[in-house]
């Protein structure tokens, strides 16, 4: 079965680090357009970071930028969200996506993705 696996959450105190990883299997990520997105308690599901599919464009959403890094290996069929400077409001579920679209920042704003990860949990606390 074809599916998008995350990796890489946890704990982490507020000004920490954290690198995600979403790995394809059975899934070619290089023929994607890949998202994260988020999921905070009680909040909608939001965008935070899409990368094209050979990431010549990225998109961030304006709470991450400087903080935030998205790269992929595509021979590695992985992308990674490399988080710095974690805050409690970054606290939540990050699941990444696939989507067939050249338009990244739509896939963000818009949620517009096929499909969907399983998310990892990423809560800073102190």
């Known amino acids: 079965q074809s599916q998008l696996v995350e990796s890489g959450g946890g704990l982490v105190q507020p000004g920490g680090s954290l690198r995600l990883s979403c790995g394809g299997s059975?899934?070619?990520?290089?023929?994607?357009?890949i998202g994260w997105f988020r999921q905070a308690p009680g909040k909608e599901r939001e965008g935070i970071s899409c990368?094209?599919?050979?990431?010549?464009?990225?998109y961030y959403t304006d709470s991450v930028k400087g903080r935030f890094t998205v790269s992929r290996d595509n021979a590695k069929n992985t992308v990674y969200l490399q988080m710095s400077s974690l805050k409690p409001e970054d606290t939540g579920v990050y699941y990444c996506?696939?989507?067939?679209?050249?338009?990244?920042?739509?896939?963000?704003?818009?949620?517009?993705?096929?499909?969907w990860g399983q998310g990892t949990q990423v809560t800073v606390s102190s």
């Open positions: 996506a696939a989507g067939g679209t050249t338009d990244i920042q739509d896939m963000c704003m818009r949620s517009r993705a096929e499909y």
């Open positions: 059975g899934f070619f990520l290089d023929r994607y357009a």
């Open positions: 990368v094209s599919r050979f990431a010549s464009r990225k």
